[in-house]
């Protein structure tokens, strides 16, 4: 296990389920703090329309003063640094006490260090962590010198909508035209120790479309998914959290492993098969994110194993 990696075990924290909301939108703010989610993006970009950003913006404000979020993580997006409201959404929210910016259309490393320069300028705290979005076909060409740009980007955002337009991809089951360009995602993410959250499904009423996404996500190794509408949360909370048979598996695993080195046993087998170092991280690490779930007292199925 690497340093980066052991690093992240020791401070993993949930992402199964995060939610976009506009912060145009006052009910919407002050319903987040009651919802069962891991994270909330607080929207200044997308959801919010032109001639509505300065007022979002100071109310978004005002909701990160107030606090009141719980063990929510609390991420805003700003609009891109190139646009007019960019640079003051960074100025209004950068010592706020959100729990990271995500910043828009990033195709370059280049624009990361351009994001970072940006914050400290505005006098953000130095470990303030930095999100962005992986939705141009630019970044998706880029995305390992993107993902190793700056110590304080920690996750990955697939932009599903922008990216599959920019691709000029028809929607399709199993999503086969943003396919390659979601794993790409994933495997830098895992390249440099971050996290990797899926893109959005756009379609409300397609249930077994959206639960066929979710597990579609999880299979690619995603962290989790991106949603527009709080129904969406249970069935990402689900899908990204470890089922009881995958935490079993994993106590097992680990009690083997110890069982074996304290035997001064070469190998380890449990259930005829071997059992290797790979295995005993990657249990531990499951185990690691079972126990946060545990600690946010919002269990799921799995999380009452």
């Not at 404000?61 to 959404?89: C, H």
């Not at 680990?254 to 304290?262: G, I, K, Q, T």
């Amino acid at each position: 296990m690497s340093n980066l990696e052991a690093a992240s075990l020791m401070t993993i924290r949930p992402r199964r389920s995060v939610l976009y909301l506009p912060a145009s939108n006052a009910r919407a703010l002050e319903k987040a703090r009651t919802l069962p989610v891991d994270a909330l993006i607080l929207d200044l970009e997308d959801a919010v329309a032109p001639e509505a950003k300065e007022m979002a913006r100071d109310q978004l404000a005002a909701a990160l003063q107030e606090g009141g979020f719980g063990k929510r993580e609390v991420v805003v997006r700003v609009n891109a640094l190139e646009t007019p409201w960019g640079a003051d959404d960074v100025a209004a929210v950068a010592k706020l006490g959100a729990d990271a910016i995500l910043f828009p259309k990033i195709n370059t490393a280049e624009d990361v260090l351009k994001a970072v320069a940006a914050l400290d300028a505005a006098g953000a705290p130095a470990d303030l962590p930095i999100w962005i979005m992986a939705e141009t076909p630019r970044c998706i060409m880029g995305m390992d010198a993107i993902a190793g740009a700056s110590p304080r980007l920690t996750c990955l955002v697939a932009g599903t909508s922008d990216l599959s337009r920019d691709l000029r991809a028809r929607p399709a089951p199993g999503r086969i035209g943003v396919i390659s360009a979601l794993s790409i995602i994933v495997i830098a993410a895992r390249a440099h120790g971050l996290d990797a959250l899926d893109g959005v499904h756009l379609d409300m009423n397609d249930d077994a479309g959206y639960l066929a996404a979710c597990e579609q996500g999880r299979d690619l190794g995603f962290d989790g998914k991106t949603l527009i509408h709080p129904k969406q949360i249970p069935g990402a909370n689900a899908a990204f959290a470890p089922s009881v048979a995958e935490i079993e598996q994993g106590k097992a695993i680990v009690a083997a492993w110890a069982e074996a080195r304290a035997a001064g046993k070469g190998i380890c087998v449990l259930n005829g098969k071997l059992i290797e170092k790979l295995h005993v991280e990657d249990a531990e690490r499951l185990l690691a994110l079972h126990a946060a779930i545990l600690e946010r007292g919002e269990g799921s199925a799995s999380a009452a194993a």
